[in-house]
């Protein structure tokens, strides 16, 4: 093979390689996951956890749209209050798992976060999100200066 095949094979190879870290990387972190949470037991109320809107469909999150997120600036402000109800879902569960290593955390809760999107409605979410505590914890941190301030 010629020095130009091969330079394009490398390429080829790295490119692919780049596209499937996504999806490796949220594999990876669903593996990291000792048991999986489960909705909360009582019938979904259809409306958001905290501000009593209804809910409707929304947009599922995927290894790659979240990935995409790095290079946009206004990403955070960006984010749903599903998914941001998805993330303390997420978030909570691992907390009753033992400890481990920050990488471990982040990637783990990331894909966790990830897959209750794909796999739960917008109204278990919501309700599974009052269930622990998550109007409380966001009422605290949405007052004046507070970091989630829009």
């Not at 593996?31 to 979904?44: F, I, S």
């Not at 290894?63 to 600036?73: C, E, I, K, N, Y």
């Not at 691992?94 to 794909?118: G, K, N, V």
């Amino acid at each position: 093979m010629r020095a130009a095949g091969r330079a394009w094979l490398s390429v080829v190879v790295l490119a692919a390689g780049i596209g499937l870290l996504p999806g490796l990387l949220y594999l990876l972190g669903l593996a990291l996951v000792e048991g999986w949470p489960k909705p909360a037991d009582r019938a979904p109320s259809g409306v958001a956890a905290c501000s009593g809107e209804p809910r409707m469909g929304f947009q599922q999150m995927n290894p790659w749209s979240f990935t995409a997120r790095f290079f946009d600036p206004g990403a955070l402000k960006k984010a749903t209050d599903i998914e941001r109800e998805a993330f303390w879902v997420a978030r909570r569960h691992l907390m009753r798992q033992p400890q481990h290593d920050m990488l471990r955390w982040h990637l783990s809760s990331t894909a966790l976060t990830i897959w209750i999107t794909r796999h739960w409605s917008a109204a278990q979410i919501a309700d599974t999100a009052r269930k622990e505590d998550f109007c409380r914890a966001w009422s605290k941190r949405r007052g004046p200066g507070g970091p989630m301030k829009r």
